[in-house]
């Protein structure tokens, strides 16, 4: 299955987020080391991969659930050497075996429990 159609599978994450495009909730990267001028957010000696969720799912969860995302994300198996960057929506973890479809995967997994407790807005009820 392609990431982009993972979505799919989320139909509760693209009505509360009001989105078609996976790159709209969450942006999955490789951590290596590049040459540049500005040092490595995530040391990629010791986190491979980084993940980020964009302003739009905050504003979706709303601050006290995204809150929560650092901790949910933490239970799940790939995620368990997670840091964040300290404004808590890009993430650093290390996962060999992992490829960008498993990573979205999880996360999206992760996101999908969180909405499952946002409060209804009246003219859904």
């Given amino acids: 299955m392609e990431h982009e159609s993972l979505l799919e599978s989320f139909p509760r994450l693209r009505e509360l987020m009001g989105v078609e495009e996976l790159r709209h909730l969450l942006v999955i990267d490789p951590n290596i080391e ?10 990629p000696t010791e986190y491979n991969w980084m993940l980020f969720f964009p302003e739009r799912v905050r504003e979706g969860l709303g601050e006290e659930l995204f809150a929560l995302l650092p901790e949910r994300l933490e239970r799940v198996e790939i ?3 997670l840091i964040e960057d300290g404004e808590g929506d890009l993430f650093g973890f290390w996962c060999e075996e992992c490829d960008e479809e498993r990573i979205a995967r ?3 997994e992760v996101l999908d429990s969180l909405a499952a407790v ?3 807005k009246e003219s859904e009820a």
């Fill in 34 to 43: 590049e040459e540049a001028d500005e040092a490595d957010i995530f040391d």
């Fill in 79 to 81: 995620f368990q050497d």
């Fill in 118 to 120: 946002v409060p209804q």
């Fill in 106 to 108: 999880a996360a999206l």
